[in-house]
């Protein structure tokens, strides 16, 4: 029966490669969901500023204008904040997918070295299973001449 010395450190890579996928996962979808708020935010600032410049042509009140400018600098502080997070949140899925792609790869040159390993086994049983071949052979034939 085939055993690879190295099985336990396979499984323990495969561990590792799991764990990995799932951290890039996680990452990659709280990516998603900076990007959508992003998004949304963005579309909020367009139509604060459209709102804004509409009262303006109208003629609002000084202290109405004012209001429109706080939210306008507050939305754009937020699309600011929830821009650097992104970029900090892609910075992080960029690693995760370095370390899974690592692991990967660790796992994969394991397999490779049990794969010769099970060549190597697998032509020493033929080996031996036709050197018992042929000493039944010739204990046959030793056998048939008497």
């Known amino acids: 029966m085939f055993k690879f010395s190295l099985e336990a450190v396979l499984k323990h890579?495969?561990?590792?490669?799991?764990?990995?996928?799932?951290?890039?996962a996680e990452v990659t979808a709280r990516l998603r969901l900076i990007?959508?708020?992003?998004?949304?935010l963005q579309q909020l600032q367009q139509d604060e500023e459209a709102l804004s410049q509409v009262a303006l042509n109208k003629g609002v009140l000084v202290a109405e204008?004012?209001?429109?400018?706080?939210?306008?600098?507050?939305?754009?502080h937020?699309?600011?904040e929830l821009a650097r997070q992104?970029?900090?949140?892609?910075r992080e899925r960029?690693?995760?997918?370095?370390?899974?792609?690592e692991c990967i790869k660790d796992r994969r040159l394991l397999e490779r070295v049990r794969e010769e390993h099970f060549l190597i086994y697998k032509e020493e049983n033929e080996?031996?299973?036709r050197r018992e071949l042929d000493e039944i052979a010739i204990v046959r034939a030793a056998r048939l001449e008497k």
């Open 127 to 129: 080996k031996l299973e």
């Open 13 to 24: 890579r495969k561990i590792r490669e799991t764990n990995a996928a799932r951290a890039l």
């Open 35 to 40: 990007e959508d708020k992003l998004r949304s």
């Open 86 to 90: 992104a970029e900090e949140a892609e």
């Open 65 to 76: 204008m004012e209001l429109y400018r706080f939210r306008e600098v507050k939305l754009i």
């Open 94 to 101: 960029s690693h995760k997918e370095k370390a899974l792609l």
């Open 78 to 80: 937020e699309v600011a």
